[in-house]
């Protein structure tokens, strides 16, 4: 979490200082480079923070609100020095990048090394774009020398953060790696001392609700009123986007991971009751009989 927070406040950071940058050299800017530094920095600022706060809230309406209202200001204002034109190509370009980067959020959910290699890519384009800010009107002859040399501080500096990205990426998928076979270990010697499901679900109704990529395998679940359930949304692929299921009828929202995931109702009153995924685009429902 603390990850996510430091990401959002260097979005914040890095995109007010390209406002601020553009407007210092509005006078000297081309018009072609600032219409690509407000679409790059409309689109990146928002999708960015669009992909933090949809880890963070798990809710794909704000998260996309918030992130594309930002995008949007930056956009326009890192625009509106060069033309109206470069104003709507960044806004424009808000609004693509905030809603995709809240989807990714939402979908992948707090994923350190996703946090990373989007700040990485983060830093690494808006570097690219306060490049932009050289390609100046009327370049002077020495500028124009300093263009012809193959190597200089811009590049060596786009080398060194790929190269970083490339290292912490991989760094944190071996970490990833040797979590998950430690994870494994551990189950596997627990099983042995663990009672079975059978006996741990005794005096329990069970439903089963089969998670695959189209949704829920089942939408509508009937149990018995006054008696224990558990319902198993059993998640058999990692490729699908159900990551939570909510139900504010019941007052759940559980995070499931592929294979079983018990949910334990109690003192259920006859009725329907709505449950749905974490991003509101599968939906089921449970209804209780008599």
Same mark, same amino acid.
């Given at each position: 979490?603390?990850?996510?927070?430091?990401?959002?406040?260097?979005?914040?950071?890095?995109?007010?200082?390209?406002?601020?940058?553009?407007?210092?050299?509005?006078?000297?800017?081309?018009?072609?480079?600032?219409?690509?530094?407000?679409?790059?920095?409309?689109?990146?600022?928002?999708?960015?923070?669009?992909?933090?706060?949809?880890?963070?809230?798990?809710?794909?309406?704000?998260?996309?609100?918030?992130?594309?209202?930002?995008?949007?200001?930056?956009?326009?204002?890192?625009?509106?020095?060069?033309?109206?034109?470069?104003?709507?190509?960044?806004?424009?370009?808000? /609004?693509?990048?905030?809603?995709? #980067?809240?989807? *990714?959020? =939402?979908? %992948? &959910? !707090?994923?350190?090394?996703? @946090?990373?290699?989007?700040?990485?890519?983060?830093?690494?384009?808006?570097?690219?774009?306060?490049?932009?800010?050289?390609?100046?009107?009327?370049?002077?002859?020495?500028?124009?020398?300093?263009?012809?040399?193959? /190597?200089?501080?811009?590049?060596? #500096?786009?080398? *060194?953060? =790929?190269? %970083? &990205? !490339?290292?912490?990426?991989? @760094?944190?998928?071996?970490?990833?790696?040797?979590?998950?076979?430690?994870?494994?270990?551990?189950?596997?010697?627990?099983?042995?001392?663990?009672?079975?499901?059978?006996?741990?679900?005794?005096?329990?109704?069970?439903?089963?609700?089969?998670?695959?990529?189209?949704?829920?395998?089942?939408?509508?679940? !009937?149990?018995?009123?006054? @008696?224990?359930?558990?319902?198993?949304?059993?998640?058999?692929?990692?490729?699908?986007?159900?990551?939570?299921?909510?139900?504010?009828?019941?007052?759940?929202?559980?995070?499931?991971?592929?294979?079983?995931?018990?949910?334990?109702?109690?003192?259920?009153?006859?009725?329907?009751?709505?449950?749905?995924?974490?991003?509101?685009?599968?939906?089921?429902?449970?209804?209780?009989?008599?």
């Amino acid at each position: 979490m603390l990850l996510l927070i430091a990401s959002i406040v260097m979005v914040v950071i890095y995109s007010g200082y390209m406002v601020f940058n553009t407007y210092n050299r509005k006078g000297k800017l081309t018009g072609m480079a600032g219409m690509m530094i407000a679409m790059t920095v409309g689109m990146m600022s928002s999708l960015a923070l669009g992909f933090e706060l949809g880890a963070i809230q798990r809710d794909l309406t704000i998260s996309s609100i918030v992130a594309i209202l930002f995008g949007l200001g930056v956009g326009y204002f890192i625009g509106k020095p060069i033309s109206l034109m470069a104003s709507l190509d960044g806004m424009l370009a808000a /609004i693509m990048g905030g809603m995709m #980067g809240a989807m *990714l959020g =939402v979908m %992948i &959910g !707090v994923s350190y090394m996703m @946090v990373l290699f989007v700040d990485i890519i983060f830093i690494f384009i808006m570097s690219i774009a306060l490049q932009l800010t050289g390609e100046v009107k009327g370049n002077s002859q020495v500028d124009q020398v300093a263009k012809t040399k193959g /190597i200089n501080i811009p590049f060596i #500096g786009g080398v *060194l953060i =790929v190269a %970083i &990205g !490339v290292v912490a990426v991989g @760094v944190t998928l071996i970490f990833n790696f040797q979590g998950n076979h430690s994870l494994v270990n551990q189950s596997q010697n627990l099983q042995s001392k663990v009672p079975t499901s059978s006996q741990e679900n005794v005096g329990y109704q069970i439903k089963t609700v089969d998670v695959n990529s189209r949704g829920f395998g089942i939408e509508n679940i !009937v149990v018995k009123a006054g @008696v224990p359930t558990k319902i198993n949304f059993k998640k058999n692929t990692g490729l699908t986007c159900i990551r939570n299921v909510e139900s504010e009828d019941l007052g759940v929202d559980v995070q499931i991971e592929k294979g079983d995931n018990f949910i334990t109702l109690d003192n259920l009153k006859p009725g329907t009751y709505e449950f749905h995924c974490g991003m509101h685009m599968y939906f089921g429902t449970i209804t209780v009989v008599a």
